[in-house]
């Protein structure tokens, strides 16, 4: 017998489990007619209700009200006409999950017109019933029906709770924006708000809107407990970096993490962070806004056909765009990746057009002599940009032998085809790495630069000339995206050293000083472009974070919003960088353009350099590759070779 019952009991549980699942699942599968028709229906039968209800409060006769035909007639009456005023008002088609004060109101005053109707029906029955008696009547239907309403919101939320597929979710805030949120999930048919958690000690422990306060310390026992798989969070006036360090630490921990914002910000009476005007580059940088002089350079591109080499990068697509206002005869953009050629020819195209400028997309390498050499003889190139290299110096540095070949080898290839072509100027795009480099994209920017320098010496047609600048504010390998993006993640960001220096410039106003120093050279030259004051990097990473609305974390300010973190210099990197190998520079007729003469390497040497450089990478010999650049560049030295590498202490 107790074995029987012992199995009874589970089979029970069992059967009212299921019974309770398939109630919940009818329940809250019911089409909105018949929502709607439920809700006028309990309403009805909560008039009458009050009716009844105050007959008996007052004492008068129920058999007098409702024994006759006359009874019946008007009550019956009194509820088909209160029915067709709560349809009217939409009593029946307001949610019970939004049931609030408006509804509330609605209810008062279906209350009030049902009791001046009941007093006007009994008045032509001729039904004797006290005046007091309706305003009792009003208020018991009052009553009845919000209470009525609260009652069936709690067995819809029941009926949600027994479907048990609704997802569990935390809500990391108690304050209003928090509440906000509980409120309206508690009916809510697919959310269940646990519990809050809120870092506020004097809110721990207390109940608010019916879910306690929590200690966010105990969020992994709450998940555990309460299967908690969701965590929203609704801290409107938190930063948004805290909000991101919050969110990665509580996904860290297996839960999906979801924000919720103000409601000001919602409606757009409290500016997101995202509307915030930037502050300009060249505000950023200190430098003064430049204003692009190109008369004389337009004189010397215009009508002809330009080259640009590494046409799709930062430079060369900006070299590419202001050609344009030169008025050249055709532009042959020259480029490597696929990609980025597509998108500088489908940028260009239109205004090309309305200019009635040729433009050609041209895809491959400059290292391929053959298709260097039909380039410049199908299109007749009067003028080469040489701005196609490899310049991110970590990249390179782990790939040293790919980056010679682009950097050195490809110069030297579209120089000597250039020369060859009977070409009128040949400008290369350098680098202040290239002064004293310590990494090996500096040593084969300068190596370029000795390419170049020979080429100049030799040549009796083509005008050979370089130009020397530092950092392009926003180009590829710039700090500053990378910065930008580090903020916008939440931080931290990252700093090499907190003394590194760099040399800034705008992307526009560099390019437009280069095809000025282009126009103007003569042979042999290196220009040098007037980049202003090294900035400070570290200084540079706060600016960017106090423009962006945050505030540096540090020893000072432990609660700031993003720290910036000292991670050490990478292999090769100096603390601060040079533009002029040598002493002394010379103006020139423009104030942001000096010209300076550096010694160079004989013919016999330059030939001896890239004959050892082209066997080194033949055969794959990082080490002989190095061996090439630490023998003709000036201060190289291959790191591990035993040599110190010792940086230049200012600028």
Known sequence: ???????????????????????????????????????????????????????????????????????????????????????????????????????????????????????????IGSLPLAAASFVVFGMMMFVLLSAGRLIMLEILVATYRMRGDRARVLIYGAGTTGMQLARALTADDQIEAVAFVDDNPSLQGLTVGGLEVLRPVDIERIVAERDVKRVVLCMPSMSRPKQTQLARRLQAQGLEVQVLPSFTQLIGQEPLVDKLVPMSEARLMGRQVFDRQTDKAAREFAGRSVLVSGGGGSIGSELCRQLLDCAPRKLVIFELSELALYEIHKTLAPLAADAEIELVPVLGSVTEARLVRQVLETHEIDVVLHAAAYKHVTLVETNPLVGLANNVLGTSTLAREAARAGCERFVLVSSDKAVRPTNVMGASKRLAELVIQDQAARSRGTIFTMVRFGNVIGSSGSVIPLFKEQIAQGGPVTVTHRDVTRFFMTVEEAVSLVLMAGSMANGGEVYVLDMGKPLRIWDLARHLIEESHYTVRSDENPDGDIAIVEVGLKPGEKLCEELIIGEGHVMTMHEKIFVTHEACLSEIEVASALRSLREALSSGNEDAAAAVAMRWVEGYRKPGTGDTVVAPQGA
């Open 1 to 123: 017998m107790k074995q029987n019952a012992s199995r009874s009991a589970p089979r029970a549980t069992t059967l009212i489990s299921r019974f309770r699942g398939a109630f919940a699942r009818r329940a809250t599968t019911l089409s909105r007619n018949q929502k709607r028709a439920i809700l006028l229906t309990v309403d009805l039968c909560l008039t009458a209700l009050a009716y009844v209800l105050t007959l008996k409060i007052l004492g008068d006769p129920l058999g007098l009200m409702l024994g006759t035909w006359t009874g019946l007639m008007t009550v019956s009456m009194m509820l088909m006409i209160s029915a067709v005023v709560s349809v009217i008002l939409k009593i029946p088609n307001a949610r019970l999950k939004a049931f609030d004060s408006k509804g509330i109101g609605l209810i008062g005053v279906l209350a009030l017109i049902s009791s001046a109707i009941a007093a006007a029906l009994h008045q």
